[in-house]
């Protein structure tokens, strides 16, 4: 009887125990599964904003190197997503496995009730059988003596007075011993009833936390499965991020080589455009008009919205980028303007088309000469277009089309890059925009 269930309850907590082997990164206890969870996103918002401006540090270098470093950092924006699933697998696990150790032990002490109730059964039915034997002796003794041993028979037949008070006192004695096997014949069936009324109880117990048990061991089971799966993924992920950082480290010679182009494209734009502003500049001071020292600084809202989204969205601001590969930091010597492909693209001041050509790194590009401004040099930029529709040495007015928004050059997606030099170098587009 004590057996089987005990053979069972072994089962469930030997089958539940065989699938703790596969845990190897459950956290600390001490740390909350929502404490994991903000961590995880926190990070996850880290690494989104080190993806984007990674992106733009990128700029200047090929579509095909820039994507495999935009699909290093995709990747480690990804981990911590993973680990905090991982973590959460594991803790819907701990909780399955503790609860079915509780349901293990419950179903332990259940079969030891049922146990002792079984053989306390036993014992209640033996001693009435031992009763009822004795019970039936007496009856047996008392026929073979003539079968009357009331007390009308006593006082006929005895002989004396003495023998009436020996006779009395046996048939009292019997009397009183029949009386008390009687009485323990009652309590050992009562004792018998309540113990069976028990034990139904307990076996529907039984029965109730064998159920409870079966349902822990599948919800354990799926959470394991799910807590391998993601161990499976997040280690994909770990080795696809190692397989992407060899990758780019194979190419960061050439990574330089075509940041170098870069480099040498923007100082010719540069230089070509200093030497416009000295011609200016002569030709000013040829024609008596001055203006060949600055005057004032380039400051206000000067310039107008050169995109067909009202108002300017920025995507990209001007300024320092750390390198995500060859880890240094660039200039980002421009501001990104959200214009979808194929959208206008306008001149944000009156001026001169210095020239309209394809440049390395920048595609298509219209420079634009806006003349000396407070006797500063001032040029804009309109980079990566699908096309232009002006020309070298055309004027074009403020608000006027130079050309079509693209994705043209080391770009990864269709904007503008607006760029505005005073004095030949870059300054941020930003306040000059009035933005």
């Known amino acids: 009887m004590r057996k089987p269930l005990r053979a069972a309850a072994v089962a469930v907590v030997t089958a539940l125990v065989a699938t703790t082997t596969f845990v190897a990164s459950v956290p600390a206890a001490a740390d909350s599964i929502d ?7 926190r990070a996850r918002k880290e690494n989104a904003q080190r993806r984007a401006d990674a ?25 911590p ?15 399955a496995m503790r609860e079915a150790d509780m349901l293990a032990a419950r179903l332990r002490d259940a079969g030891d009730e049922k146990s002792a ?19 039936g002796q007496m009856a047996r003794e008392a026929y073979r003596g003539g079968g009357d041993v009331s007390g009308v028979s006593v006082m006929l037949e005895a002989e004396s007075t003495e023998d009436f008070v020996e006779r009395y006192g046996l048939v009292s004695t019997a009397l009183r011993t029949q ?30 936390l064998k159920k409870q048990a079966d349902a822990k061991v599948a919800e354990a089971d799926e959470a394991r499965r799910e807590a391998q799966a993601a161990r499976a993924a997040l280690d994909k992920l770990l080795a696809d991020e190692q397989k992407q950082k060899q990758r780019l480290e194979a190419k960061k010679d050439e990574i330089r080589s075509e940041l170098a182009k ?15 502003i000295a011609a200016q500049r002569r030709r000013d001071a040829k024609n008596n008009q001055g203006g060949s020292k ?12 050169p995109t067909a989204i009202s108002p300017i969205y920025v995507t ?16 980002h010597a421009g501001i990104d303007l959200r214009d979808h492909c194929g959208m206008p693209v306008y001149a944000g001041r009156s001026g001169t088309v210095l020239w309209a050509q394809s440049r390395y790194g920048y595609g298509n590009q219209v420079m634009v000469d806006h003349g000396l401004y407070r006797g500063n040099g001032l040029q804009s930029s309109y980079n990566h277009l699908t096309r232009w529709v002006v020309q070298a040495g055309q004027h074009v007015k403020v608000g006027q089309l130079l050309g079509y928004a693209g994705n043209t050059g080391t770009s990864g997606g269709c904007h503008l890059h607006f760029e505005v030099y005073v004095n030949g170098s870059t300054v941020n587009p930003r306040s000059l925009l009035g933005l």
Do not use: C
């Open 179 to 208: 009386a008390q096997m009687l009485d323990e014949l009652r309590t050992s069936e009562a004792s018998g009833r309540n113990s069976a009324a028990r034990l139904d109880a307990v076996e529907e117990r039984i029965a109730e």
């Open 316 to 331: 990209s601001e001007y300024g320092m980028r750390f390198h995500p590969v060859l880890h240094y930091w660039r200039l």
């Open 55 to 79: 992106e733009e540090a990128m700029e200047g270098v090929r579509a095909d190197l820039a994507k495999a470093s935009d699909r290093l950092l995709e990747i480690r924006e990804k981990i």
């Open 294 to 305: 600055p005057t004032g600084s380039v400051s206000g809202a000067i310039f107008a919205n």
């Open 117 to 135: 109730l079984g053989e306390s059964i036993e014992q209640d039915a033996a001693k009435a059988e031992q009763v009822r034997d004795a019970i």
């Open 35 to 41: 404490d994991r969870r903000a961590a995880a996103e």
């Open 262 to 276: 870069a480099d040498t494209e923007a100082k010719k734009i540069r230089n070509q455009l200093k030497a416009a």
């Open 81 to 95: 997503v993973a680990q905090e699933r991982l973590d959460r697998a594991n803790d819907a696990y701990d909780k």
